[in-house]
């Protein structure tokens, strides 16, 4: 069964960073498309930003700047290293694998307050 387990969560000031980790296991990590959603209360689910087989990235305009999405595929793991992180940054954030269909994590709790 496939599986995507997220770390890194947590709770950071604005200004502050974090680093999310995403451990893939059950597929040929490599070929699948890799992405991290977030969502708020009472907000639909939104794309933050995603990375495919190639390395290419793209990321929400909110974020642009500010996060940055990466890949280790010896380590079977996504990042998303979020800096400046502020206060409408608060979700919690998913990992998504994708190739035929998707695969999601149980989520990991971002929460950006002083």
């Known amino acids: 069964q496939v599986q995507l387990v997220e770390s890194g969560g947590g709770l950071v000031q604005p200004g502050g960073s974090l680093r999310l980790s995403c451990a893939a296991s059950?597929?040929?990590?490599?070929?699948?498309?890799m992405g991290w959603y977030r969502q708020a209360p009472g907000k639909q689910r939104e794309l933050v930003a995603a990375?495919?087989?190639?390395?290419?990235?793209n990321y929400a305009d909110s974020v642009k700047g500010r996060f940055t999405i990466s890949r280790d595929n010896a380590k079977n793991t996504v990042y998303l290293q979020m800096n400046s992180l502020k206060p409408e940054d608060t979700a919690v954030y998913y990992c998504?694998?994708?190739?035929?269909?998707?695969?999601w994590g149980q989520g990991t709790q971002v929460t950006v307050s002083s």
């Open positions: 059950e597929i040929i990590f490599s070929i699948y498309t």
């Open positions: 998504n694998a994708h190739r035929f269909v998707q695969h």
């Open positions: 990375i495919t087989t190639g390395g290419s990235t």
